[in-house]
């Protein structure tokens, strides 16, 4: 709602739900925690205009709309002091999953000699699914330097069917025609990420030195098919970057 009273086709509801747990056992700790977030019946305002038949006009109307727009995530983090000379290990390892779906549905009219004589109602629906995953390991030594080795695994995947069916009506209501068409929204993609490196940190005379140097590997794949309006994509990039910085 708005000071000037409710606006169409812009509700929706809303869910949420996270529950963590953390446990102990000897030197090492264990962190785990799911998280879920959905909205429903997501409303556009920009849809949902009418008019009336005949005239300059060839449009009846349209609707859109997300019935679920979803989040999962879960969290694992694993912690292991070291004794002695052993670092400290820490492992991070993340699953989120993304999903979201759009409906819209255009109405036309057909005319026939300046004369209204019938509808035809096109109505979509794209559902794209992405799934990300990582993990990362990180050992931290004591001592002088405070070095830090680390690396990280990150996989990303995406993919969206969209759903089309297209139904004629006339005057009286009557189906005169029909079809149904599965295509592509998003396009079967993945990228694979590996990254490795080291950092370090040391003291001297009120002033603190940290340096670093990170190597990163990322392949990024993206299929083309029949009905896809985009070309296949087969793409590897390689980084090496450092830095050194003094506060």
């Keep these: 709602r708005t000071p000037l009273g409710a606006v169409a086709n812009s509700g929706y509801r809303d869910e949420d739900?996270?529950?963590r747990g953390v446990t102990r056992l000897g030197r090492a700790t264990l962190d785990l925690e799911h998280a879920y977030h959905a909205v429903h019946d997501a409303g556009l305002p920009a849809f949902g205009s009418q008019f009336a038949p005949g005239g300059q006009f060839t449009f009846a109307g349209s609707a859109g709309s997300y019935p679920i727009q979803r989040r999962e995530a879960q969290r694992l983090e694993l912690?292991?002091?070291?004794?002695?000379?052993?670092?400290?290990?820490?492992?991070l390892g993340v699953r989120q999953k993304y999903y979201t779906r759009f409906d819209e549905t255009?109405?036309?009219?057909?005319?026939?000699?300046?004369r209204v004589v019938g509808t035809?109602?096109?109505?979509?629906?794209d559902r794209v699914t992405t799934d990300y995953t990582s993990v990362q390991p990180t050992l931290r030594f004591r001592g002088p330097g405070a070095v830090r080795l680390f690396g990280e695994y990150r996989l990303?995947?995406?993919d969206g069917p969209v759903l089309r069916d297209q139904v004629t009506r006339n005057l009286a209501g009557d189906?005169?025609?029909s079809a149904h068409a599965e295509e592509?929204?998003?396009?079967?993609a993945d990228r694979t990420a590996w990254a490795a490196g080291a950092a370090a940190s040391h003291t001297l005379g009120g002033f603190?030195?940290?340096s670093g140097i990170r190597y990163d590997r990322m392949r990024t794949r993206a299929d083309s098919l029949a009905n896809s309006p985009t070309a296949k994509l087969d793409v590897l990039d390689r980084r090496t970057s450092a830095e050194i910085g003094v506060s």
């Design 175 to 177: 189906v005169t025609a």
């Design 106 to 114: 255009v109405t036309e009219y057909i005319s026939l000699r300046g």
């Design 184 to 188: 592509v929204s998003v396009p079967p």
């Design 17 to 19: 739900f996270a529950v």
């Design 79 to 91: 912690a292991l002091l070291g004794r002695g000379w052993q670092p400290d290990l820490r492992v």
């Design 208 to 210: 603190k030195f940290e």
């Design 120 to 125: 035809t109602e096109l109505a979509s629906s």
């Design 156 to 158: 990303e995947q995406a």
